[in-house]
C-alpha cells in the first residue's frame, strides 16, 4: 500500500511562491511517475505537472516557466516549487503516484493553495 502526504500549501499574495511537498511511502516510487494536479473551484481536476524516471517532466502549459517539479529519491518526496503564483493558481493540489507496469494509482489527500489579488 503507497501512501502520499502532502504539505505546504497555504494562502499567499499573487506574486509569491510556495512549495509543495509529497511524501510517498512504499518501494515503487522510483519506478513510478508523480504528478501534482489540481482542482480549482467549479471545475475539473487539471494536470500541473509530473515527473518520471530519468528526471522527464511535463508541465501544463499554464504553469510552464513559473511551476518546478522536481523529486529526491533518496526522502522519497516530490516537490512543487511554484513561483509568480496568480489568482487562478487557487485550487486543491493533489500528488498522485503511477506505476505504468502494474496499473497501480494512488492519491493523495489534496492540500489547499490560495492566492490573493
Known amino acids: 500500500q503507497v501512501q502520499l502526504v502532502e504539505s505546504g500549501g497555504g494562502l499567499v499574495q499573487a506574486g509569491g511562491s510556495l512549495r509543495l511537498s509529497c511524501a510517498v511511502s512504499?518501494?515503487?516510487?522510483?519506478?513510478?511517475?508523480i504528478g501534482w494536479y489540481r482542482r480549482a473551484p467549479g471545475k475539473e481536476r487539471e494536470l500541473v505537472a509530473t515527473i518520471r524516471a530519468g528526471n522527464i517532466r511535463n508541465y501544463a502549459d499554464s504553469v510552464k516557466g513559473r511551476f518546478t517539479i522536481s523529486r529526491d529519491s533518496a526522502q522519497k518526496t516530490v516537490y512543487l516549487q511554484m513561483n509568480s503564483l496568480k489568482p487562478e493558481d487557487t485550487a486543491v493540489y493533489y500528488c498522485?503516484?503511477?506505476?505504468?507496469?502494474?496499473?497501480?494509482?494512488?492519491w493523495g489527500q489534496g492540500i489547499q493553495v490560495t492566492v490573493s489579488s
Open positions: 498522485n503516484l503511477f506505476h505504468q507496469s502494474s496499473g497501480y494509482d494512488s
Open positions: 512504499g518501494s515503487i516510487f522510483s519506478l513510478s511517475r
